[in-house]
């Protein structure tokens, strides 16, 4: 008897152990892929913050050079500020901070420690202050991207100067500039409105945001209604014969097609027999539906099949079409369903790279589109193109727009979690 | 002896290849309540659903025979459902009222038959149906609440109140309390003789005392036959065939 007992304890024991070892594997497993999503999000945020901010030096713009009296400068118009031959005068406003310098070459090194755009930044900025410019105003003028770089710290000073970008005499310049107080960050709000740049300390993600924008945008017009519609005729009217089951099955297959396949497609079908404009939204947003719809339509379709059939025959029953029972009750409780899967295509999409290359999205494009007819990047090619670049400037500014990718899918994933629990029918 | 509401001739149904009603042949009185009993997977719940043609919704059943409903042969191929669904009502097995408010539930019915013109006589018709139901002087003050937050026997009985907001004349319950607790049932129960002044009433049962208790035919299903129709006094007390007898003293089933 008391055998037994010690035996089945025994076997108990075993069983508890064993248990317990397989929690602990299941943890591991875990902490594992937790780790590593720990160390992605690291390693993009510690080389892309940097990006979120910009350095600029001090200048003192002697207006009065430009001119006999600045209160004229409130009575011209744009146009007309937009005519003044400023180049020259920039540039002397810039040899004003050292006002030593004798040789042509050290001068063009001062220049160069500011983006080549100073001129326009003296100009906009004379813009929008025309009513009230005084004698010599202090104008904040964007760095170059060596400055830039050498000032976070991310450029390497203690190489040799011929494996430089940034030469000796620049950083004496630089140092200098900094003992006096001229040197200082402000939050780099061009490097969120702006198109992309030749220039690293100039490029943006702007009109890759918007370029984005207006190809989830298409995605979403095109993809919800068309996946909504197909997913409740397969699931609600269409008979379950040989055909249905054979568009099921493809349906399924197209899920699993590697996108660069639909760029393929697009290329060939939309651009060049439609003749759609390329490197356009429009076009990246009819491709990308393409590869959508069927997340979209599975995602539908499972949710529509988890509504209790009792809900479709009690409407049937009070003489209701089969329409109205659809409609009015089968599809509301299955709408929570079916938009997290959009949301969850929608996201997919946006992070997709190889389709939109394929159609010509990969382009250089500075402007940032106004319409989805306008060429544009997307964000994740805008990723692509900059981490082929050199220039130090583009290293911070892929990773900070793979936070804003990242940032974006997080927020998505958020309104998808969101919509389910708002609108789940409670039984 | 009451005019007959629903006569059923030769019905043969088919699921695919398997015949689930051998040639039932039965009629139904008016504003009478009939019962119909036997074993799980006997039928009862197929004929039911044939009264109203539910059965069409399933792509592979079949039905041959013919059933009238005031003389009307309801299979014909000018009888249009939705129409016939409105004169014939339906409680099912377990209580399926919409995810929406009380008051939406007994609404749907008269909105999509546009039997209401105004709000007003929407709200009237609702108050009636809840009334007629039971309903009423529970939820009179919830109106607006989910449906689905009632208990188990409101809920049935705001299905029947959905059942009746389009004036059928005839109500189906298939198996209407096999989900519910003894005190829910009895006041289902209460209901069907209330309502039988009313409307003409089929309700297919597992349990023998309920038929016993509200109905006054029964017909007793075997194997996709029907094995016997009579009065419920008849059924209960002097059955003509074995198979009856064996049923109700419950040597099967």
Redesign the interface.
């Known amino acids: 008897m008391t055998d037994r007992i010690e035996q089945r304890i025994n076997s108990l024991n075993k069983r508890l152990n064993s248990e317990k070892r397989f929690r602990i594997y299941c943890i591991g497993a875990m902490s594992f892929a937790l780790a590593w999503v720990l160390i992605l999000f690291l390693n993009i945020f510690s080389s892309g913050y940097s990006a979120f901010y910009r350095t600029v030096i001090q200048v003192d713009v002697p207006f009065l050079n430009l001119i006999e009296d600045t209160t004229q400068f409130s009575e011209m118009s744009s146009e007309d500020i937009n005519n003044l031959s400023m180049y020259s005068f920039s540039k002397k406003a810039i040899y004003g901070l050292f006002p030593d310098i004798e040789e042509k070459k050290d001068k063009k090194m001062l220049i160069r420690l500011f983006s080549i755009e100073f001129e326009q930044e003296i100009r906009e900025f004379l813009k929008s202050n025309k009513s009230n410019i005084n004698e010599t105003e202090t104008i904040y003028l964007t760095a170059s991207d060596d400055v830039d770089q050498v000032n976070k710290g991310n450029y390497p000073r203690d190489l040799d100067e011929d494996k430089r970008r940034i030469k000796d005499i620049q950083l004496l310049f630089f140092d200098d500039l900094v003992d006096r107080g001229l040197v200082s960050y402000e939050f780099n709000l061009p490097f969120l409105m702006r198109g992309d740049s030749r220039e690293p300390e100039l490029a943006g993600v702007g009109g890759s945001i918007v370029g984005s924008l207006f190809t989830i945008l298409v995605v979403l017009i095109l993809s919800f209604p068309i996946g909504i519609f197909a997913a409740i005729y397969l699931e609600e009217f269409a008979p379950k014969n040989r055909v249905t089951d054979f568009i099921e099955i493809n349906i399924n297959n197209l899920a699993a097609v590697p996108s660069i396949v639909f760029g393929l497609l697009g290329l060939g079908i939309i651009l060049n027999t439609f003749g759609l404009p390329r490197s356009t939204p429009l076009v990246g947003g009819i491709v990308l539906s393409l590869m959508t719809l069927p997340t979209i339509i599975i995602a539908t379709r499972a949710s529509l099949r988890a509504v209790p059939p009792s809900i479709r025959e009690g409407a049937l029953a009070v003489g209701a079409t089969k329409m109205q029972a659809v409609m009015h009750h089968v599809v509301p409780v299955a709408m929570p369903g079916a938009l997290t899967g959009t949301i969850i295509g929608l996201a997919q999409a946006l992070g997709e790279t190889a389709p939109l290359l394929l159609i010509g999205m990969v382009a250089f494009v500075v402007d940032v589109p106004q319409t989805p007819l306008d060429a544009s990047a997307s964000l994740p090619v805008q990723v692509y193109l900059w981490s082929e670049s050199a220039e130090r400037g583009y290293v911070e500014k892929t990773s900070a727009t793979i936070m804003m990718l990242l940032g974006f899918l997080i927020l998505m994933n958020l309104a998808a979690v969101l919509i389910r629990r708002k609108f789940e029918t409670k039984w | 002896m009451k005019s007959i509401k629903i006569k059923a001739d030769n019905l043969n149904v088919y699921y695919g290849e398997k015949q689930a009603l051998f040639d039932v042949s039965m009629y139904m009185e008016e504003k009478q309540v009939t019962a119909l009993i036997g074993p799980s997977g006997c039928g009862k719940s197929t004929f039911i659903r044939c009264l ?1 043609r ?1 059965n069409d ?1 399933i ?1 592979i059943c079949k039905v041959q025979g013919k059933i009238e409903i005031d003389g009307n042969d309801i299979y014909a191929p000018d009888m249009q459902v ?5 004169r014939v ?2 409680v ?1 097995q ?1 209580p ?4 929406k408010s009380i008051f939406e539930n007994v609404a ?2 008269p909105r ?2 546009g039997i209401a013109e105004h709000k007003s006589d929407l709200e009237e018709i609702v108050v009636t149906s809840l009334k007629k139901a039971a309903l009423f002087d529970e939820v009179k003050d919830r109106l607006y609440d ?1 449906g ?1 937050g009632l208990s188990g026997g409101q809920q049935q009985r705001l ?1 029947i109140a ?2 009746i ?2 004036n059928p004349d005839i109500i189906l319950m298939d198996e209407p309390c096999s989900a519910l607790d003894p005190i829910a049932t009895a006041r289902i129960e209460e209901l069907m003789g209330d309502l039988k002044t009313e409307y003409t009433i089929i309700i297919v049962t597992h349990s023998m005392q309920q038929a016993a208790r509200v109905s006054s035919r029964t017909g007793f299903f075997h194997l996709g036959k029907l094995v016997e129709v009579d009065k419920t006094e008849t059924i209960f007390s002097n059955p003509s065939d074995q198979r009856t007898q064996d049923y109700i003293t419950g040597r099967f089933g």
């Open positions: 109203n539910m919704v792509d939705e129409q016939l669904r409105e009502g339906m099912f377990k399926n009222p919409f995810p749907y019915g999509i038959h989910a689905t299905c959905r059942a907001s389009v």
